[in-house]
């Protein structure tokens, strides 16, 4: 008797799901796999600096890279840096894996291991040197912290004294700072990104889809900025006659309660999320 290729992978919930993994499985080389990065491939910690990919996280990827059309990391952080936070750099295996850095604005591949950038917006610099009073007008300013993103700016609030409290406050204020200077904001798990419009995380695992003439494609993330990217991977479904296959995988769901009820396959975390990308690479 033949085995089941889907034999002790988890199976999705949803019949899109199910069409989306199958699919994979049949022709892996027309696929590609998106991965967001922290929360996703790296678990959420109160520095995101101190943010790394779970150890079995390369390996894992380094075994489906080669059997896959390609692996895509899809990130707010710029390029470079969830190259360095990842571990990627000078893995075999890892031809096949590109880092999309600032929502698509930048690129690395691993051929090359160059990072392709555009010039800054000039509305972050302006944000840039704004934004410290902007929180300092607020009592809840206090504990949170302005992380520097190169292309973006965000600003944390989880080490506040009551971190739920002071994202809402600064919702208002940051949203009026990003618009004076031709910015959004980009809503997070306690983070509030000030970013140049035009680029999100659908626009570009679409256009890198579309790129690599993929047949089928597997989205994984676990906040809201991954709203977009789980929009473009159902948009997906309906194009041309048969659409292109797709799963979306949410990775925890207990802070982004919206990403997991459009999800297809709920997995608690990074470790699991590794879990399944290293089942994923022994059944193809």
Not at 9 to 24: C, D, I
Not at 79 to 104: C, E, I, N, Q, S
Not at 129 to 153: C, M, N, Y
């Amino acid at each position: 008797m033949g085995s089941n290729p889907e034999r002790s992978l988890p199976t999705p919930t949803t019949p899109a799901g199910r069409e989306g993994l199958a699919a994979l499985l049949a022709r892996p080389d027309r696929a590609v796999v998106a991965l967001d990065f922290d929360g996703t491939l790296a678990d959420i910690v109160p520095d995101p600096e101190q943010a790394r990919a779970h150890p079995g996280a390369v390996p894992a990827i380094a075994a489906l890279a080669p059997k896959v059309a390609s692996v895509a990391v899809i990130t707010g952080r710029p390029a470079g840096v969830a190259v360095r936070h990842g571990g990627f750099a000078g893995v075999p295996g890892l031809d096949h894996l590109v880092v999309l850095g600032h929502y698509g604005a930048e690129r690395w591949d691993a051929v090359s291991g160059t990072v392709h950038t555009p010039a800054p917006h000039p509305g972050v610099a302006a944000a840039r040197a704004e934004l410290p009073g902007v929180l300092h007008r607020f009592d809840s300013w206090h504990g949170t912290w302005i992380e520097e993103k190169g292309q973006a700016l965000a600003v944390h609030t989880r080490r506040a004294a009551d971190p739920p409290a002071a994202f809402d406050a600064l919702r208002g204020p940051l949203g009026e700072l990003a618009a004076r200077h031709g910015l959004i904001v980009e809503p997070g798990r306690l983070v509030l990104e000030l970013r140049p419009p035009g680029m999100d995380k659908g626009v570009a695992l679409a256009k890198y889809v579309r790129e690599t003439d993929a047949e089928s494609v597997l989205y994984a993330g676990d906040d809201l900025g991954d709203l977009a990217a789980y929009a473009a991977v159902e948009k997906l479904r309906t194009e041309g006659p048969d659409g292109i296959p797709g799963l979306l995988v949410c990775s925890g769901s207990a802070e982004v309660p919206e990403l997991a009820e459009r999800a297809d396959l709920l997995l608690p975390g990074p470790a699991a999320v590794v879990d399944f990308l290293a089942a994923l690479a022994r059944h193809l």
